[in-house]
């Protein structure tokens, strides 16, 4: 990536955009990829990574005691809860 593209994606602060870009455009040549498709996939980079930092600095904010993912976590203390329905919902609302 040449300075003034990179400048430019830093003044419009696309983080995502920076960190795949090489490898993108590589994949896109490697795949003959259409412009559409390259800038797609740009801008999906783009949105993951701003989902990451996003719930970062929410868990960073609440300032949990611990942390602790839903693997983890003791079904058996509240039996209440279904296992596999939560993680079943769970899979399906991060896609």
């Known amino acids: 990536m040449n300075d003034l593209l990179l400048g430019k994606l830093r ?3 696309l983080s995502g955009i920076i960190k795949s ?3 993108r455009v590589e994949e896109a040549i490697k795949n003959n990829f259409s412009y559409q ?3 797609e996939i ?3 980079d783009e949105v993951s990574n701003r ?4 719930n970062q600095k929410r868990t960073s904010k609440a300032r949990f005691p611990w942390h602790k993912t839903l693997e983890e976590y003791n ?3 509240q039996p209440s809860i279904n ?3 939560t993680c079943q919902e769970f899979c399906v ?3």
């Open 42 to 44: 740009l801008i999906n």
């Open 21 to 23: 870009f090489d490898l």
């Open 75 to 77: 079904f058996s203390y």
């Open 93 to 95: 609302s991060n896609l």
């Open 37 to 39: 498709e390259f800038f």
């Open 83 to 85: 296992k596999r329905e």
């Open 11 to 13: 003044d419009l602060k």
């Open 51 to 54: 989902r990451i930092n996003s």
